[in-house]
């Protein structure tokens, strides 16, 4: 779905970014990339969907080179939620905004009204609002909506959920991973707070200065604790607290799990 | 590269009030206003590039003539056609397309627009914004609201020449083509990139405006700065060299 080949990138000539980059990630994955703010987050996503271009190496998007193609054509492929829901909306109602998008791909206007009239369903916004005058949380989901309207394989969330509150935040968070189950759409999301890359991401890529320092299935990479200290990120709670309660634990990365564990010690009569 | 930020030095024009420098710009564009000689004019511009390399500007003197030629070739187009005194030069059929009065005063006019508005954009270069404010403030005894919104004004060009880097970032994502050749294509996109930034820039006055406003905006005055903005030999130099070039630019180019 995604693939970087040697990618080398940088802002201005001096001070690089991205030095020589290989990864790649399957259909169907959801993918955090998480990482200390100035890492190259960010940047990276920008790379995948053409905004920026490599200085050296290819980055390829379902095999297209972002080098060759437009990314207004890129669009049709990849969704991009950015962390300012300001930045994109423009139009005076809810249904004009999220039609917008469609428009822009040059989708047919019957398929438009369709598409609109689910989504609102789905997410739940009332098609004559004002966005502009909307509260944080309703104007992230209208960005969403409208990204998501476009039935796009792979979604990039950058920080999605900076500065909503944790209703809001689960339910956009609940959408993506309803998609990524049932649809089988790709979700690369960057964030650093790592209670919701633990509630939701299958895996996992660490980035620090530029440089990828691992990448694996969450639940391996929250107990990898050099990793997570060198890229300068704070572990989720459970399971570093599993990780300190030793072997017994290693399979506990939830609430639930933790609970169970300890019943089950308190159970067995041990000491907790 | 950003045309119009500061650019730090301590060059003689660095080093001048900042009242001074805004005055001396003034003064170069009524020079270049005045100036009525097409030679003169582009004499003028080279000059103003020769002094721009004094503080280590020169190849922004040039970029900033090469974009500020483009608006002169409007003003050029549009003078050619409706000035119709002097002989017919083109003719079509029967109908005098321009005449040589019209070419001449087309040349002259987009050559003035580019020699009064060049020194203007240099000053960006060599002025801090917040000097200026409080220079004029402590010197003139401006009122600090009117420096204030206008030195503002300036500060937030480059802010908002990133902010619609951005939105046009935003745009491109959801697949809008910015680099259609299509006319009425190209209109219907000033819609997605302005509205965003009209209400971001709402928002960031009405947030800037309640800040200024808790730091005692309303109490500031001229005796509020602490830096005082004293006029040196220097200042009394350059204005007495730029009143002296009104006098040439009057008397050589009428
Ligand atoms: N538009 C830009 N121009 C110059 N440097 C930038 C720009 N955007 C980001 N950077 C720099 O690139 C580095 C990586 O930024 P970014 O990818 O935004 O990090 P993250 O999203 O991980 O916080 C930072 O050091 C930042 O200062
Ligand atoms: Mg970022």
């Known amino acids: 779905m995604i693939r970087f080949e040697n990618v080398s990138f940088g802002y201005s000539e001096k001070r690089p970014i991205l030095n020589d980059l290989s990864f790649h990630i399957e259909k169907g994955d959801f993918v955090a990339l998480i990482g200390a703010n100035g890492a190259g987050k960010s940047t990276i996503s920008r790379l995948v969907n053409g905004l920026l271009h490599p200085t050296k190496g290819h980055v390829y998007l379902n095999g297209k080179d972002t080098l060759k193609t437009p990314s207004s054509t890129l669009a049709r492929d990849c969704g991009f939620l950015f962390q300012n829901p300001d930045r994109q909306i423009c139009e005076n109602t809810v249904k004009d905004e999220i039609a917008f998008s469609m428009k822009a791909q040059g989708w047919p206007s019957d398929l438009i009204a369709d598409r609109t009239r689910a989504v609102l369903e789905t997410f739940d916004l009332d098609p004559e609002w004002f966005p502009f005058s909307r509260s944080r949380g309703e104007r992230q989901r209208i960005a969403l909506a409208s990204v998501l309207a476009c039935e796009p394989g792979l979604l990039i969330l950058d920080e999605p959920t900076t500065g909503l509150d944790y209703l809001e935040c689960i339910r956009i968070m609940d959408h993506v991973t309803g998609l990524n189950q049932e649809k089988g759409v790709t979700v690369l999301m960057v964030s650093h707070d790592m209670e919701l890359v633990q509630s939701y991401a299958k895996n996992v890529l660490v980035l620090n200065h530029g440089q990828i320092l691992g990448q694996g299935p969450t639940n391996e990479m929250m107990k990898n604790v050099e990793v997570l200290k060198k890229a300068r990120v704070l572990p989720a709670q459970i399971p570093e607290l599993a990780l300190r309660f030793g072997d017994e634990f290693k399979d506990v990365f939830t609430v639930e799990d933790m609970l169970a564990a300890l019943r089950g010690r308190a159970g067995k009569g041990g000491a907790l | ?254």
């Open chain 2, 1 to 254: 590269m950003n045309l119009l930020n500061y650019v730090p030095g301590d060059s003689f024009l660095h080093k001048l009030n900042p009242v001074t420098k805004l005055l001396a710009a003034f003064l170069y564009g009524i020079a270049a206003i005045i100036c009525g000689n097409v030679f003169a004019e582009v004499g003028l511009i080279i000059l103003m590039i020769l002094i721009s390399a004094t503080c280590g500007i020169a190849k922004r003197a040039i970029l900033l003539t090469r974009n500020l030629f483009f608006l002169g070739l409007i003003m050029f187009v549009i003078q050619l056609f409706f000035v119709r005194d002097g002989e017919p030069l083109a003719v079509i059929g029967g109908f005098v397309l321009f005449t040589t009065g019209g070419l001449k005063s087309a040349l002259l006019l987009s050559l003035r627009v580019i020699a009064a508005m060049l020194p203007l954009m240099l000053l960006f270069a060599i002025t801090q914004m917040n000097d200026l404010c409080n220079a004029l403030v402590k010197r003139l005894h401006l009122p600090y609201r009117y420096a204030f919104i206008v030195t503002t004004a300036f500060r937030f060009v480059p802010i908002f020449a990133t902010e619609f880097h951005d939105i046009q970032d935003a745009q491109k994502a959801r697949g809008v083509d910015f680099d259609t050749k299509n006319i009425f294509r190209k209109i219907g996109l000033v819609a997605p990139l302005c509205v965003p930034l009209l209400v971001s820039s709402l928002k960031k006055v009405d947030v800037s405006a309640m800040s200024a406003e808790m730091r005692g905006f309303e109490l500031r005055g001229y005796k509020s700065g602490y830096k005082e903005y004293p006029f040196g030999v220097r200042d009394l130099v350059t204005v007495a060299v730029l009143v002296a070039l009104i006098a040439i630019t009057a008397l050589w180019g009428a």
